[in-house]
């Protein structure tokens, strides 16, 4: 385990603490654990979570962006995704998971293709939900977390394995917070 697994762990909490309450201020934290971590997993050589973190870095600068416009005084809103919306979501997200897996076990050494192919695109869905600051991001972020602990923990990576342990906590509570909020203000898209 290096001290940048550390430090990217330290911001990576610090990030979904700020996001479950729904504070601007997580994406300064996120835009430094992604850069850093790009380099954690190219060491241990899970690719895809290596490239996710260039495309959680570019929405992440879109989120900031997204979420200081909708701002509300010190609030920002959130709200459910449409069933259809649900579907088109899922489907997607499954297409690009076999097509991301596939590649990644044809043309890398990737340790663990399909697994962490999994893992990217999930991850890419609700990263992009998020941004949007749709509820649903929140059971995907669980899923996330309840996959990656074993992957990363296999890959002797064991202080991201322990993150994601406290991030399906705070995966949890953030979906607690976000459907509060969403019922107090029901905003659907």
Do not use: C
């Not at 990576?12 to 601007?24: I, K, M, Q, Y």
């Not at 895809?48 to 416009?69: C, I, P, V």
């Not at 044809?106 to 293709?113: C, E, G, L, S, V």
Request: charged share 10%.
């Amino acid at each position: 385990m290096s001290q940048l697994e550390w430090l990217a762990a330290a911001l990576v909490l610090t990030n979904v603490a700020l996001v479950a309450l729904r504070s601007v201020w997580n994406y300064p934290f996120a835009l430094a654990a992604v850069t850093l971590y790009a380099f954690v997993f190219f060491e241990a050589k899970l690719y895809s979570d290596m490239l996710l973190q260039g495309f959680f870095f570019a929405l992440n600068l879109y989120g900031w962006a997204a979420w200081m416009r909708a701002r509300e005084g010190s609030d920002i809103p959130v709200g459910w995704m449409t069933a259809r919306a649900r579907w088109i979501w899922g489907g997607v997200t499954a297409a690009a998971w076999v097509v991301w897996s596939a590649a990644m076990h044809r043309f890398t050494d990737a340790a663990a293709p399909w697994i962490d192919g999994a893992i990217a695109m999930i991850s890419v869905t609700a990263q992009w939900l998020l941004a949007r600051r749709r509820v649903e991001s929140w059971w995907l972020w669980i899923l996330v977390d309840l996959i990656a602990v074993p992957l990363f923990a296999w890959r002797g990576l064991y202080a991201t394995s322990a993150v994601y342990v406290v991030l399906l906590g705070l995966s949890i509570d953030g979906l607690i917070q976000w459907r509060r909020a969403a019922h107090a203000g029901t905003v659907a898209a």
